[in-house]
């Protein structure tokens, strides 16, 4: 069975830090385009940062560039959002991702979610 397994959400003040995991079982992310998106209430869901395995691009969304960074660890089939100097703007559920390329259309497996709150 091809799933994730998300953890690492939680309650953070404005400037605080917080690391999301994945973990990915039934596939290898290795090869795969991983990605990891947000939805904040009455939102629409966005793309925050994505790894393209194809073509070897790492890309970020402008509102968390310099703050947040995408990686995996192929030993553990994990793959992890480390975000720094979070804002109560990032508040949102956090979706892990899996597919073919960056595009939003090509990720066809995702993680189950968790909530980031930042807040005072």
């Known amino acids: 069975q091809l799933q994730f397994v998300e953890s690492g959400g939680g309650l953070v003040q404005p400037g605080g830090s917080l690391r999301l995991s994945c973990a990915a079982s039934g596939f290898t992310l290795d090869h795969s385009t991983i990605g990891w998106f947000r939805q904040a209430p009455g939102k629409e869901r966005e793309g925050v940062a994505c790894i393209d395995s194809s073509r070897g691009i790492t890309g970020y969304a402008d509102s968390v560039k310099g703050r947040f960074t995408i990686s995996r660890d192929n030993d553990t089939n994990t793959m992890y959002l480390q975000m720094n100097d979070l804002e109560p703007a990032d508040t949102a559920v956090y979706y892990c991702?899996?597919?073919?390329?960056?595009?939003?259309?090509?990720?066809?497996?995702w993680g189950q979610g968790a909530q980031v709150t930042v807040s005072a």
């Open positions: 991702a899996a597919g073919s390329s960056c595009h939003y259309t090509a990720f066809n497996l």
